[in-house]
Nanobody, 121 residues
Framework: QVQLVESGGGLVQSGGSLRLSCAASGSGFSIYAMGWYRQVPGKQRELVATIVDGGSTKYADSVKGRFTISRDSAKDTVYLQMNSLKPEDAAVYYC???????????????WGQGTQVTVSS
């Protein structure tokens, strides 16, 4: 079983910064990808940033140069450093991890519970 716990959301003024964290716990899995998504009411959940084994990252165009995704493999934790926040960044942010389950060697994906980010103008 895999559990994800997110933290770090909150209220920030436009231009401010927040750092989100998502820690995975449990046993019998190996993480190969971690990412952050966001969703606002009435819209589809969208990709914000991902990081895969080897450290390759991918960002949505809207956050490039402002957000940085990183991973602490020893802690099975992924971070999202968000700088120069804009009101349009306000959303519920979800982490997602891709894992290989042991010993079946099958792949699975898990979502965090979501954390609210509010940006005041």
């Amino acid at each position: 079983q895999v559990q994800l716990v997110e933290s770090g959301g909150g209220l920030v003024q436009s231009g401010g910064s927040l750092r989100l964290s998502c820690a995975a716990s449990g046993s019998g899995f190996s993480i190969y990808a971690m990412g952050w998504y966001r969703q606002v009411p009435g819209k589809q959940r969208e990709l914000v940033a991902t990081i895969v084994d080897g450290g390759s990252t991918k960002y949505a165009d809207s956050v490039k140069g402002r957000f940085t995704i990183s991973r602490d493999s020893a802690k099975d934790t992924v971070y999202l450093q968000m700088n120069s926040l804009k009101p349009e960044d306000a959303a519920v942010y979800y982490c997602k991890i891709g894992v290989t389950l042991i010993p079946t060697m099958s792949d699975a994906a898990y979502w965090g519970q979501g954390t609210q980010v509010t940006v005041s103008s």
